[in-house]
């Protein structure tokens, strides 16, 4: 009985396509975005990265082996999956022992706590990051400057996102175009010379590895595209209405986490839909809520959050939006 297979319902096809693939795939489309970190936050980069992937293989090798009792899989690439997507969504002067608790909290609370990869309700490496936000709030939002300094950690400048600056200036009743003068260009923010988590700040770089995830295909278009798709518009609508309260929507793309979580993270296979149309819902839904946090919210990032709350509802997503049974006839005999 041991050797029975479940199996879901016909027809199945065989492809060449395997996990340890995909995830190699997913790794190679990361490096970009890891040699720009590098480039701007030098040695912090590098080793808030390495704590973190190792500390992910580690502890999911670890909890596999002595509480799970089965053979650990870190053969399949996805602990070092989570382990940069971690690293790219905190400060690259994190202290390395707050790295490790975070490793853990991912790996050990997000993934293996509910049966290892494929079985997960909630993307890790985003709870890892929910988790020290909240516990080590000053440290997680301490950021370092674009440093020329390559041996720079611990010791770097931080100062204020773009977000964070705009935020406050809102806040303070400022006017947006008044705000904008002070931050860097558009193209600053594109080629990533920003303030910010260490992956998170190149929005060329994270782009080219989509495409190289689109041309190999890793992943569909429709989630990163409905995701971005959908802030783009909601922020173009908002800064119509009044553009001395909203930013011009190419902002909202170019800071904070929002292409770094379309692409990397609202992808991932586990916690998104199944169907076509349910990964549009859930991209449309995570742009929302997105701008509703960034807008209306306290926190000026909101990418991370809107994520994990449509991972939740991915469930439901699948409950109701199916596709067509093979072979299924519908009433009117069609």
């Not at 400048?157 to 558009?186: C, F, H, R, Y």
């Not at 742009?287 to 807008?295: A, D, E, F, K, S």
Request: aromatic share 10%; hydrophobic share 50%.
């Amino acid at each position: 009985m041991s050797n029975l297979l479940n199996v879901s319902l016909s027809p199945h096809a065989k492809g060449a396509e395997s996990v340890n693939k995909l995830m190699r795939n997913v790794i190679v489309a990361m490096i970009p975005a890891l040699f720009v970190s590098i480039y701007f936050f030098g040695l912090g980069a590098i080793v808030v990265t390495s704590v973190s992937v190792l500390s992910c293989m580690f502890f999911e090798w670890i909890i596999s082996k002595y509480l799970l009792k089965k053979e650990p899989t870190l053969t399949d690439g996805s602990a070092i999956i989570t382990g940069m997507l971690l690293a790219f969504n905190v400060p690259s002067n994190l202290p390395v022992w707050i790295v490790i608790i975070g490793a853990l909290v991912s790996i050990g609370v997000a993934k293996m706590s509910f049966g290892g990869l494929g079985t997960n309700i909630f993307n890790p490496a985003l709870v890892g990051r929910v988790f020290l936000l909240i516990s080590f709030p000053v440290q997680m939002t301490s950021y370092p400057l674009p440093s020329v300094s390559f041996v720079a950690y611990t010791d770097a400048v931080t100062g204020a996102t773009p977000m964070s600056i705009l935020k406050e200036g809102i806040k303070n009743g400022e006017k947006v175009q008044d705000i904008l003068k002070g931050l860097p260009s558009l193209t600053e923010m594109f080629l990533g010379k920003i303030g910010g988590s260490l992956g998170e700040v190149a929005a060329l770089a994270l782009l080219i590895g989509m495409i190289y995830m689109l041309v190999t295909k890793t992943i569909t278009w429709h989630i990163p595209v409905s995701v971005l798709g959908s802030i783009f518009l909601i922020a173009s609508i908002l800064w119509l209405v009044n553009d001395e309260k909203f930013v011009n929507p190419f902002f909202h793309l170019f800071t904070g986490g929002i292409m770094l979580g379309a692409i990397f993270m609202a992808t991932d296979y586990v916690t998104s839909p199944m169907t076509v149309k349910g990964q549009i819902i859930y991209g449309i839904g995570i742009g929302l809520l997105t701008i509703i946090i960034r807008v209306a919210g306290a926190y000026p990032e909101g990418i991370s959050f809107a994520i994990l709350l449509m991972n939740g509802a991915t469930p439901l997503i699948n409950m109701y939006v199916k596709p067509k049974r093979f072979g299924e006839v519908k009433k009117d005999g069609k």
